[in-house]
């Protein structure tokens, strides 16, 4: 069964940092770009960032860059969001996202809750 | 850069059709025929309905369908059933090689 899951959201105070990691099965992780795509509470779905395949090329949104950094281990079929400087608006659901020009597989979400 | 434009809803009978839009510009929605939708249920992750414009992934009813016009994409939803109800995201690739998402129309099935 192809499956993503994701892990390590948590509460965390304005200016701290997070790790998400996201554990993917089923697949061939290495053949995919993957995303992670986030949901504020009671809005709408924002992508956040992505990495292609082989892990040479990254992109983030502007309200996030300088901030988060995405990575992946393909040997360990883990992708993985580091959140540095965390902010009120940066809680959300995280959803950790297969593919490239759409989105077709997706986790059930980590939970992040910026708040003193 | 902007979220796509999105009604914030729209509702219908169960056995009516439905049009949801989803407009951007040039440089998205136009530039490439890499349009998606997304169907999320309350409490649960999104699900992909369509893919490419057009495309339907196996699985997805055949009573969904996607097209686009220019800078806008539509996704149609025809013989409406009670459990069609739920919000849609539209998204497309960008110039940036980055994706964007419309931001969201909650359907409501009368």
């Known amino acids: 069964e192809v499956q993503l899951v994701e892990s390590g959201g948590g509460l965390v105070q304005p200016g701290g940092s997070l790790r998400l990691s996201c554990a993917a099965s089923?697949?061939?992780?290495?053949?995919?770009?993957m995303h992670w795509v986030r949901q504020a509470p009671g809005k709408g779905l924002v992508w956040v960032s992505r990495?292609?395949?082989?892990?040479?090329?990254?992109s983030y949104a502007d309200s996030v860059k300088g901030r988060f950094t995405i990575s992946r281990d393909n040997a360990k079929n883990t992708l993985y969001l580091q959140m540095n400087s965390l902010r009120a608006e940066d809680t959300a659901v995280y959803y950790c996202?297969?593919?490239?020009?759409?989105?077709?597989?997706w986790g059930k979400g980590t939970t992040v809750t910026v708040s003193s | 850069q902007s979220a796509l434009t999105q009604p914030a809803s729209v509702s219908g009978s169960p056995g009516q059709s439905i049009t949801i839009s989803c407009t951007g510009t040039s440089s998205d929605v136009g530039a490439y025929n890499y349009v998606s939708w997304y169907q999320q249920h309350p409490g649960e992750a999104p699900k992909l309905m369509i893919f490419?414009?057009?495309n339907r992934p196996s699985g997805v009813s055949d009573r969904f369908s996607g097209s686009k016009s220019g800078n806008t994409a539509s996704l149609t939803i025809s013989g409406l059933q009670a459990e069609d109800e739920a919000d849609y995201y539209c998204n497309s690739y960008t110039i940036s090689s980055t994706p964007l998402f419309g931001g969201g129309t909650k359907l409501t099935v009368l």
């Open positions: 089923g697949f061939t992780f290495t053949r995919y770009w």
């Open positions: 996202v297969r593919n490239h020009y759409y989105m077709d597989v």
């Open positions: 990495i292609i395949s082989d892990a040479s090329s990254t």
């Open positions: 490419d414009v057009s």
